[in-house]
Nanobody
Framework: QVQLLESGGGSVQAGGSLRLSCVFS??????MGWFRQAPGKEREGVAA???????SYSDSVKGRFTISKDSAKNILILQMNSLKPEDSGLYYC??????????????????WGQGTQVTVSS
């Protein structure tokens, strides 16, 4: 049983920054990631981190977002800088529980958090 809980969402102006955190119930050595979904749109893979720390990012956030993990504290982080209105959405933390290489495919993930809202105004 794996549980995840996101926090850190909020409302900011374009160009601002937010840091999302995800606390997971037990240590994970498999791929974990962040996804987002805007109303009426498909869920999008934002960033993922593999079992050895390798990362993968959506083209839309490369150079602006950074995914990291504090394994000692069981916390997954998404640092978001230079935010744009199109970054708005409900952000989900997720864990594959099995995959080693980072993945941005939602179907690869088994465990999901409840989501935290991010709103970026122009």
């Amino acid at each position: 049983q794996v549980q995840l809980l996101e926090s850190g969402g909020g409302s900011v102006q374009a160009g601002g920054s937010l840091r999302l955190s995800c606390v997971f119930s037990s240590p994970s050595r498999t791929c974990m990631g962040w996804f987002r979904q805007a109303p009426g749109k498909e869920r999008e893979g934002v960033a993922a981190i593999g079992g050895t720390g390798s990362t993968s990012y959506s083209d839309s956030v490369k150079g602006r977002f950074t995914i990291s993990k504090d394994s000692a504290k069981n916390i997954l982080i998404l640092q978001m800088n230079s935010l744009k209105p199109e970054d708005s959405g409900l952000y989900y933390c997720a864990s594959t529980g099995w995959r080693f290489v980072p993945s941005l495919r939602a179907s690869d993930y088994t465990y999901w958090g409840q989501g935290t809202q991010v709103t970026v105004s122009s």
